[in-house]
């Protein structure tokens, strides 16, 4: 089994830990609301707004043996860039204060996982940060765009508060594909155990920032078409 496939078979169980959250579940049910569409989009800012960051810390920390990887993490930073402005902008489209999120703090949650980040990179092995960008682009393809739907329609807002969700649920599609070549070039088993044991904290941790979002009421008829789709998303 190569390693990219190891890492998905490693981490199903904490993967469907976070898929459960009542608040993801509900939302592709679409049980919704604006606060909480609104509360998801502030801590997606003040997580987004660190990847940059630490894909050069990152890069700046891989030891020479690991040379190979910085034209990848060169493109995913050029990538990257800019799209904690795109969620400004869909918060402000969702008629929200962009401006008081940008200078405001995140919740705990937040803070505690982009904190573990950073120590990953600096403290046990810089190609720990692949676990995180494993959780955040896999969660993203398989949830996104289903996802912008389920909320969109019920909440009837437009199509400019969801430039992050359609964006990336669709940009993510391409790197998760670069991302299992990258993951099968890293032999060593001591970087691929690294990766593994990272990736499945962040599922933990990103699930707490989900489980630390306020509930919509849930009084929300649910669509079947959507909890068909829900149903639908691979495991």
């Known amino acids: 089994m190569n390693f990219h496939a190891r890492l998905l078979a490693d981490t199903q169980a904490a993967r469907q ?99 573990y980040a950073y120590d990953a990179v600096a403290r046990r092995n810089p190609l720990g940060f692949f676990g995180m960008v494993h959780v955040l682009e896999g969660t993203s393809v398989s949830l996104a765009l289903l996802a912008a739907d389920a909320v969109q329609k019920p909440l009837q807002l437009p199509d400019a508060a969801f430039s992050y969700l359609r964006s990336h649920g669709t940009l993510d599609q391409e790197h998760t594909a670069h991302f299992e070549l990258l993951m099968d ?27 630390s979002l306020p509930l919509p009421q849930a009084s929300v008829a649910a669509a079947p078409a959507l909890a068909s789709a829900a149903q639908a998303v691979p495991a």
């Open 17 to 115: 830990g976070l898929l459960a959250t009542p608040i993801i579940q509900g939302a592709l049910r679409g049980v919704v609301s604006l606060p909480s569409y609104v509360a998801f989009l502030r801590e997606a800012y003040h997580h987004v707004r660190h990847t940059v960051p630490l894909l050069q810390a990152m890069r700046a920390a891989l030891p020479p043996h690991h040379a190979w990887l910085q034209p990848a993490l060169d493109e995913y930073i050029e990538e990257e860039a800019g799209h904690d402005e795109w969620i400004l902008d869909d918060i402000a489209a969702c008629g929200a204060d962009a401006q008081a999120v940008r200078h405001g703090q995140p919740g705990h949650a937040t803070e505690v996982m982009v904190a």
């Open 185 to 211: 070039r890293i032999e060593d088993p001591r970087d691929q155990a690294d990766i593994v044991h990272a990736a499945r904290a962040f599922y933990r941790l990103y699930g707490d920032v989900f489980r």
